[in-house]
């Protein structure tokens, strides 16, 4: 009993010194209490969220009594909240899922146009007819690449337009572990994708009053793109209203490449960008009428017009969760000067995490959340430290302006690299030297020569900033294309294992929220992590699609296809760390011709691509695993994989170790957006089941 009671005295001393800076602490609960419920393999079920609730309950009476222990069980508590919030969040937004695939006439209202990874443009529909699907089973939301090679429409956000197009429903991961694109479309509301050759008409224009937003956002990002040609323009469009669909494949690349990717992306920098400038711009405007500077508070005034302007900034971009944390950013900064409070604060990152994982959760997944967090944290901390030496040194004006770009775009590029890299499988090697010589020009040419361009608009007088915002664009876009060409400028990253992200996240949180020596027992996570990683190996074999093969060989992965399946094979490659072009990886070694298809290593066995069905009992008697087309399947102790099984089970991915082979199926349970997953792979491939 002594030495318990010592624990908890301890403990409670520990807290009592980190009095006032265990706020961040919340949102780190929620994220794992919503990692738990994203990391299930089957559905909860109404009595697990009921026991939840009562533990939630029953720590929310624990911190009216234990005040000694309230910060742990608040922590607790939070674990609770974010399981149950991603609960309520997913039965309020499910909506039907498209059950196989459609071909037929196609309408609805379009709320929003963008462009594909190849260039297409795309419409995303509500208020969604589609022929012979009954309303019960018609998804809320539709979205179209077109496809055909002229517009006999151009589509404008609340227009109702009708196509004849090829639906399926949401893809899911590529391999096991990806990126799962159905668990962020079901989330969205989108029930379909596909696409149509055919021209897309309109058969209704937009109804007064309808798409408000939506519309002015394409009107002024035609006017940008009419007043400034070229991808110059459109990468200004982008920056000013977030419609990005007329940036060339080109120049996406180019930005993606030379990390200067997020100027484009509507993310915090671009927020804060803004709303200075409109505070500087009013709140010295002010100050130079003197009968205005005597008589009222600029500074407050300044406050509450920017915040206007971030709002209206928000909704002109479409809202996604980097601009959502950086208006809720601004908004608290903002709220701080109101009340003449201190703007700039751990505090107010961790009230806007709770705030966007209370209305979204599964934000927390996104890379747009993990980067954009862990990039103002990390601005925070290290401006912080940096601001303490600075004012034991004399610095000129120009050494300051210097070092504070040098370290912004050192702290931004350094907390956003292992997310970077583990979710897009690639670090700029050139990143840091490209925002360089693009921060300043972001900040001081392109930002306050858009918003100039704005009021000066309705006067006829924007030209001339039109002019501004264009060269400062040119210049950015020069920069990025440039870097891009560099020899060496992406190296590729092999994708980590499941656990990496959250142990790395929840070592670096504690790295920094948590005050004095105990602090550092965060590298022990972050070391654990960065080694899980470099130690993690990729699938020996991957099947996927309808029976594509990817083979580990010694000159990396080989393909069995060296076409079609392109996004899907470009993401293996991706994830192995591989920059191979599909074709050349269609040509390594790992593949030898057999009388019966094609043959692959694994371990000390064999797996064959069948080409003809009748030889399925002899491939199964020779060979481990065979793939092959629909057909009877063989009787034996082969697996046999058809591309029915893989509909169902999604990419599978074999691991050969000493004891044999280890099976991983893409779709491993069943969830709201994933409804026939497969819990026992080596079963379900087993012949004959």
């Known amino acids: 009993m002594g030495g318990a009671a010592d624990g908890m005295r301890f403990l409670a001393e520990a807290l009592a010194r980190q009095h006032g800076r265990l706020l961040p602490f919340f949102p780190v609960g929620l994220g794992c209490g919503i ?10 079920t109404a009595a697990l969220y009921a026991a939840v609730a ?11 009594w234990a005040a000694g222990a309230r910060p742990v ?32 006439p196609v309408t609805g209202r379009v709320v929003l146009i963008d462009r594909s990874q190849a260039g297409a443009l795309r419409i995303t529909l509500d208020r969604v007819w589609i022929a012979e699907l009954p309303p019960q089973e018609t998804p809320a939301r539709v979205r179209l690449s077109l496809q055909g090679d002229r517009l006999w429409h151009d589509p404008q956000p609340g227009q109702v337009v009708m196509a004849t197009a090829f ?5 899911g991961p590529v391999e096991p572990g990806a990126f799962d694109f159905r668990r962020d479309a079901f989330f969205d509301g989108l029930g379909a994708v596909g696409y149509t050759r055919h021209p897309a008409l309109l058969w209704e224009e937009a109804a007064p009053g309808e798409a408000r937003i939506g519309r002015l956002r394409a009107y002024l990002s035609g006017a940008i793109r009419a007043a400034i040609p070229g991808d110059a323009g459109a990468f200004a469009a982008g920056v000013m209203t977030g419609d990005r669909s007329g940036l060339s494949v080109e120049a996406v690349a180019a930005l993606r490449d030379s990390s200067l990717a997020h100027l484009l992306a509507i993310s915090g920098m671009n927020m804060a960008f803004l709303t200075a400038f409109v505070f500087a711009l009013l709140r010295f405007g002010l100050a130079l009428i003197p009968p205005a500077a005597l008589r009222v508070n600029g500074k407050k005034i300044a406050a509450v017009v920017a915040l206007g302007a971030a709002l209206f900034y928000l909704l002109l971009s479409g809202a996604n969760v980097a601009t959502e944390r950086a208006f809720i950013m601004v908004a608290v900064m903002l709220g701080a000067v109101l009340m003449d409070r201190r703007a700039i604060t751990l505090r107010s990152v961790a009230v806007a995490g709770t705030v966007i994982l209370f209305w979204q959760p599964e934000a927390l997944l996104s890379p747009g959340f993990q980067m954009s967090f862990a990039a103002t944290i990390a601005l925070i901390l290290g401006f912080g430290w940096w601001a303490e030496r600075m004012a034991r040194r004399q610095w000129s004006r120009g050494a300051q302006f210097v070092a504070t770009l040098v370290l912004s775009s050192l702290l931004g590029g350094l907390a956003t690299a292992p997310f970077a890299a583990a ?4 670090f700029t090697d050139y990143g840091l030297i490209a925002n360089l010589l693009t921060g300043p020009v972001m900040a001081a040419v392109v930002m306050p020569a858009g918003v100039m361009a704005a009021l000066l608009w309705p006067f006829g007088l924007a030209p001339m900033a039109l002019w501004v915002l264009e060269m400062g664009c040119r210049w950015i876009l020069f920069v990025a294309h440039e870097v891009a060409r560099l020899e060496g400028a ?5 994708a980590p294992p499941g656990a990496v992200l959250p142990v790395l996240t929840l070592g670096l949180c504690w790295l920094c929220f948590w005050q004095g020596r105990a602090r550092w027992a965060g590298v022990a996570p972050v070391m654990v992590a960065l080694v899980l990683w470099m130690q993690g190996a990729r699938p020996t074999v991957l099947i996927g699609g309808e029976g594509v093969v990817g083979v580990m060989g010694p000159e990396g992965r080989a393909l069995s296809a060296a076409r079609g399946d392109g996004f ?19 040509g390594r070694a790992g593949f030898a011709e057999g009388p019966m298809g094609a043959v692959f290593a694994l371990g000390t066995g064999t ?83």
């Open 568 to 586: 899907m094979l470009r993401n293996w490659l991706e994830n192995d760390g591989d920059l191979a072009r599909q074709a050349v990886a269609a």
């Open 490 to 494: 992406v190296t590729a990253i092999p």
């Open 167 to 171: 639906l399926s429903p949401p893809p």
């Open 73 to 104: 069980l608040i922590f607790a508590a939070a674990l609770g909240m974010g399981f149950l919030l991603c609960g309520g969040r997913a039965w309020m937004v499910a909506a039907p899922i498209l059950g196989g695939e459609v071909y037929g």
């Open 54 to 64: 009562l533990y939630v309950g029953a720590l929310a009476a624990g911190v009216l």
């Open 423 to 426: 979710h897009f499988n690639r």
């Open 607 to 689: 797996g064959v691509i069948l080409s003809r069905p009748e030889q399925a009992e002899a491939a199964c008697r020779a060979h481990a695993i065979v793939v092959m087309e629909a057909g009877p399947l063989p009787q034996g102790a082969c697996l046999a994989v058809t591309p029915e099984r893989l509909r169902r089970s999604g990419t599978l991915a074999v691991m050969v170790t000493g004891d044999g082979m280890a099976l991983r199926v893409t779709h491993p349970g069943r969830r709201l957006w994933s409804r026939d997953g497969v819990d026992d792979p080596a079963r379900f491939f087993a012949a004959g089941q």
């Open 35 to 44: 990692g738990v419920w994203f990391g299930l393999a089957q559905e909860p």
